[in-house]
């Protein structure tokens, strides 16, 4: 059964998660983390098919399922609900199951968490899944075909490690220094990023670095 929370709409901000595990247990432990955090669950569910219909209409901030449910897996639900950019997701999976890992991410999930996990896992988790969900939207905004938006995204992931790797920063900072020099060049950020990938930060100019 789907269950829902049955409270008087919340007045504050906090982002808005639907949940979805076939275990009971850890569907109410994680719907507890995520209250401590700051979290407002609005729906669970205990298999794919009611997560996704859940997500369509609740449209919530973002939406966690578990790999391994009945009647849809998690992979496949996850697939559903990133082709509709309702939310970003993150995958949760038992560590036997890590081989699945990269068929998440190629589905659209945007992080993952290995079981057992607890609240300092978790946070991390939502908050990459989250930024990763900003920045492709930001990435979408500035292509209006579907198969462009793909590679943009693509070439925007790999100047990322690039930049990760040569200049040493985080991939928040490296997604700043992508959109700061675009801005900067009157660039797209594909743009930006196919010279990242093929010349390395110097496509930026000399005296450009680390992103306020």
């Known amino acids: 059964m789907t269950e829902q929370s049955g409270g008087p709409a919340a007045t504050t901000t906090r982002p808005r998660v639907v949940i979805a595990e076939d275990e009971a247990l850890i569907r109410m432990d994680l719907a507890e983390m995520l209250d401590e955090e700051g979290y407002d669950v609005v729906?669970?569910?205990?298999?794919?098919?009611?997560?996704?219909?859940?997500?369509?209409?609740?449209?919530?901030?973002?939406?966690?399922?578990?790999?391994?449910?009945?009647?849809?897996?998690?992979?496949?639900?996850?697939?559903?609900?990133?082709?509709?950019?309702?939310?970003?997701?993150v995958i949760l999976t038992a560590f036997s199951q890590r081989d699945l890992v990269e068929r998440a991410r190629d589905a659209g999930a945007m992080a993952y968490?290995?079981?057992?996990?607890?609240?300092?896992?978790?946070?991390?988790?939502?908050?990459?899944?989250?930024?990763?969900?900003?920045?492709?939207?930001?990435?979408?905004?500035?292509?209006?075909?579907?198969t462009e938006r793909l590679e943009a995204r693509k070439v925007v992931d790999r100047a990322k490690g690039v930049l990760q790797e040569s200049l040493g920063l985080s991939e928040p900072e490296s997604f700043r220094w992508i959109q700061k020099t675009a801005m900067d060049l009157r660039l797209s950020m594909r743009q930006v990023a196919e010279g990242v990938v093929t010349h390395g930060p110097s496509v930026a100019g000399p005296g450009t670095g680390t992103p306020d």
Do not use: C, H, N, W
């Open 43 to 89: 729906g669970q569910a205990e298999d794919g098919e009611k997560a996704v219909a859940l997500a369509t209409e609740l449209r919530p901030d973002l939406v966690i399922l578990d790999v391994k449910m009945p009647r849809l897996d998690g992979i496949a639900a996850a697939e559903q609900i990133a082709r509709a950019r309702i939310a970003p997701v």
């Open 113 to 146: 968490l290995v079981k057992p996990f607890d609240q300092t896992d978790l946070v991390p988790a939502v908050e990459m899944a989250m930024s990763r969900f900003a920045e492709l939207r930001q990435v979408e905004s500035e292509v209006a075909d579907l």
